[in-house]
Every structure is written in C-alpha cells, then in structure tokens.
C-alpha cells in the first residue's frame, strides 16, 4: 500500500472540473500483477472518493540498465566547437575536450534555446554543462542576466570563488551573490551579469525583500499631476 498526496485545489465553485497528472511507481519485479486498483479520496470532503482499476497485463518494462537519454558514440568535442577564440580561453587551464555528457548536450546548449534537464553522477562535469548555457546567454542576450542557483551554500560558495576569478578576468563579466550572508548594492545587482543564489535563499520572502527595490520598467507608473 502506498498513499500519495498531490497537489492541493482551493476554488469556491463546487461544480468545476479539474484535471491533474500524477505518477504512481510500483516494484520492479517479473511477475508484475495482472492488475492493479487505486483508490482516491478526499481529506475534505465526505463521499468523494473513487476507484479505478489498471490493466498492466501486457505491459514492457524496460531493460534493467535503461539510459532515459542514450549517450551518442560520437567523438568527443575539442574546445574549438565554441567557435569563439574567448570562450576557448575560458577553458584553457580547465579541460582540453569536452566529455561524453557534456559533448551529447553541446548542441542543444550552447547553438540553441531549448529548455535542457541534465540529470548525471557527481563529477560527470555537470557545472560545465551549466557554463556552456551561461556562454550562451552571454552571446545572444548580453543586456540580461544570468542566474545560479546552486542546490547548497557550500556549493553555491564553491562556484562563488572560481567564476568571480575567471569571468571578470577572462570575460569581463561582473559577479554578484545574493545568499543573504551579503546583501548587494541594488546599483552593483543591476549591472551584475551573473547572480549567485542559494536554493535555501530562493524563497519568496528573503528573495522578494532584496528584488523589489530593483527598478523595474513594468512597475513604473507614472504620476499624475494633481489638479488644482
């Protein structure tokens, strides 16, 4: 048995319909069940429960040692793919190619837009594969900003100390933190190319406290004059 609680639904209607997704995991095993029953209930409300019954009779499980993204076995990219003699230098002292994580995702980083989920071991250069969507961001939108947020504070300091080495020196970018154990000059956030953030830092109160001083072009109002 298990019980899952998704997301709640405030709404004083009582006749709307809504409609949510959800996934319900289940053991790995050979003989799966011919079929299994769920029932769903409500914590608020009495006779609103239901029950629906899935057929897994003919379902296909993947191998064991499933990889959700295959890795293609091309060779591995050279420095030169970044195309810009700067940004090689960026990596000059820090790899001399990139490896097959990092080269399977190049393309969709660092030539296009698109939204990427990397999901990889510790030490598989996954900072790397974040620095190639900041070099990114850097060449096509050089006016906005971009934002680390890093999973821990130590992490978060890590990262801290080698981009405000490297991108001032070899890029000419301008790093900020905003992890509340230094609050910046609104002045030096708004020029800042980079915000280093710390995902304990990220919640609504202590992150709107230090933004909502920012000017903004769609907060402006203008006044009015007052008429005498």
């Known amino acids: 048995e298990m019980c899952i609680r998704d997301r709640s639904i405030t709404t004083?209607?009582?006749?709307?319909?809504?409609?949510?997704?959800?996934?319900?995991?289940?053991?790995r095993r050979n003989n799966v069940g011919a079929e299994y029953t769920f029932l769903m209930f409500s914590d608020s409300w009495l006779e609103a429960d239901d029950s629906a019954i899935v057929n897994l009779k003919n379902i296909e499980l993947p191998p064991e040692d499933y990889l959700h993204t295959k890795i293609d076995p091309k060779p591995l990219l050279p420095l030169n793919a970044l195309k810009n003699p700067v940004y090689e230098n960026f990596y000059a002292n820090v790899l001399t190619k990139f490896n097959k994580v990092q080269t399977h995702v190049f393309d969709k980083l660092y030539n296009t837009d698109s939204n990427v989920l990397v999901g990889a071991p510790t030490g598989s250069g996954k900072t790397v594969i974040g620095e190639l969507a900041m070099l990114r961001a850097f060449s096509t939108r050089p006016?906005?900003?971009?934002?680390y947020i890093g999973p821990l504070k130590a992490l978060t300091k890590e990262r801290l100390r080698d981009w405000s080495d490297r991108l001032p020196r070899l890029l000419g970018k301008s790093v900020v933190e905003l992890t509340g154990d230094y609050t910046p000059d609104m002045n030096a956030l708004k020029k800042a190319d980079l915000v280093i953030t710390c995902l304990l830092y990220t919640s609504p109160s202590p992150r709107d406290l230090s933004t909502s001083r920012m000017p903004s072009s769609a907060c402006k109002k203008k006044k009015k004059k007052k008429k005498k």
Do not use: Q
């Open 143 to 147: 006016k906005e900003k971009v934002v």
């Open 12 to 27: 004083k209607s009582r006749t709307k319909e809504f409609e949510t997704n959800f996934y319900i995991p289940f053991p």
